[in-house]
């Protein structure tokens, strides 16, 4: 059979959307209060009939999408209070019986159908069996109380500490870096001697004399003298008598009379068992160079030193 359909509308046209509006500032958030006890859980109550569906209203016309306001600044949140103690749960109630299904609305009106043609004869259509009633829901049985939690076992021993393993082969020794430049050293000269030492008579090591050449030493690297210190031993000195030693060179292997340093210490009497005071020590920075003689001359104003005198030449090598 042939079916005349009606045309179907246009559809309208979607209106614009209003502009949103701005978002308001969100407020502090208050402290939280104590949680209430959970009362106990009420039987639930009878199901009601549903009512009718109504028919469906026409869709309304869409608006355009406004512009999306700014966002509100978001409140500081508050302490969070105390969690309430739980209530215990109340036993659940019995199923409520399900409400009869409400009547079908009307369906609308079928547009004018076209001439029919002539339909066959149908057979009868047998008559259809009553439906049995649903069965009440049986009530839902209490819940079963909770068993004991078990005893904790007990911890297991601790297992043995497994061996240490083998050590790793020594790596291979680096490049020894470049030796630096050489510092200064310390070098000292010791002149001594136990003999009888007169006045103005040059010290050398374990003698002295008249003679610089005779009593001199050899410089054997450029150096720096930095002190000398004489002590005369228990050569007696009165009170305002003095006894010195001056350092004397020669750069020319004593074929002329030595160069006097400016190199002086001095000792001022008195000098005895009672008021002991026989050694004094001065500093300098005077260079020498190698092979340089060099000798000490002692003078006093209170006569020879009998058991000989000592000195000590401190030098930097450069």
């Not at 009106?109 to 009633?133: D, K, N, S, V, W």
């Not at 006045?199 to 001199?216: H, I, Y």
């Not at 010195?244 to 002329?256: D, E, K, L, P, V």
């Amino acid at each position: 059979d042939v079916y005349k359909r009606q045309p179907q509308g246009l559809a309208g046209v979607a209106g614009a959307t209003g502009p949103q509006g701005l978002a308001g500032v969100a407020g502090a958030t208050g402290p939280q209060g104590l949680g209430g006890a959970t009362g106990a859980t009420g039987p639930q109550g009878l199901a009601g009939a549903t009512g009718a569906t109504g028919p469906q209203g026409l869709a309304g016309v869409a608006g355009a999408t406004g512009p999306q306001g700014l966002a509100g600044v978001a409140g500081a949140t508050g302490p969070q209070g105390l969690a309430g103690v739980a209530g215990a749960t109340g036993p659940q109630g019995l199923a409520g019986v399900a409400g009869a299904t409400g009547p079908q609305g009307l369906g609308g009106a079928t547009g004018a159908a076209g001439p029919r043609g002539l339909a066959g004869i149908a057979g009868a259509t047998g008559a259809t069996g009553l439906q049995g009633l649903a069965g009440v829901t049986g009530a839902t049985g209490p819940q079963g109380v909770t068993g004991v939690t078990g005893a904790t076992g007990l911890q297991g021993v601790i297992g043995v500490t497994g061996a240490t393993g083998f050590r790793g082969v020594t790596g291979a020794t680096g490049i020894q870096g470049v030796t630096g430049p050489s510092g200064s050293g310390l070098m000292e000269v010791f002149l001594s001697t136990d003999q009888s030492v007169g006045n103005n008579d040059f010290l050398g090591t374990g003698n002295s004399s008249a003679s610089f050449v005779r009593s001199s030493i050899v410089i054997p690297e450029n150096a720096i003298i930095k002190s000398l210190t004489l002590n005369i031993r228990d050569h007696l000195l009165s009170a305002g008598q003095t006894a010195s030693a001056q350092i004397y060179i020669s750069t020319n292997c004593g074929f002329t009379a030595p160069v006097a340093t400016g190199i002086i210490a001095t000792i001022t009497g008195p000098n005895s068992s009672a008021s002991p005071n026989c050694c004094a020590k001065t500093t300098s920075n005077f260079p020498v160079n190698s092979c340089t003689l060099l000798s000490l001359q002692v003078t006093t104003t209170g006569g020879a030193f009998s058991n000989g005198v000592s000195a000590t030449i401190l030098f930097n090598t450069v």
